[in-house]
């Protein structure tokens, strides 16, 4: 395991969290739902002499996928990562919400879809790949089991969850989800979610008004 750092930018119309994971010694970064704004994460990059090995997106509403394309573009080598169960809402318009809400129509590919539990060696760690369904039928958290570190997109927020009344959503799902995975974890797990405030696995499980 090496030592790793995070970056944390919010971006976007509906201040969407952006995550830059960086092992500074490797000179190697990952990008964690780059929401818009994909010249300002490249500023970022550049200005730590970073290079970026892979885009992991926790699902694919607008708002999470806004500045990937932009970022295919300056980095022609970089992987895009997402829940094999989330192809359709990438493609499609209409249930990624970019034609309703985004402003313009958008239509992703990814060029790894993830399984539940598959593990990533990426930045000299290892990512779980826990599969969340309930905010979008693909939603994906990433597990850095040792820098102790849940991103967690928008399935579990500090104080709440993820919205399910958007296409492939379901409440049941959702808190399923939530409590049969994300609630096996260890207590002092810091959660980094999609909006809003970090947050712990302990806490959440005590005082979460959804999940009590």
Known sequence: MQELSMLIKTLGMVSTNCYLIMNEERKEAIIVDPASHGSV??????????????ILLTHGHFDHIGAVEELRKAYPEILVYASELEEEVLTKPEWNLSQALGGKSESLQADIYLKDGEILELLGNQITCISTPGHTIGGMCYYFKDMNWLISGDTLFEGSVGRTDFPTGSARTLVASIKDKLFLLPEDTMVYPGHGAATSIGFEKQSNPFLV
């Open 41 to 54: 994460i490249e500023g970022i990059l550049n200005a730590k002499a970073l290079k970026p090995k892979a």
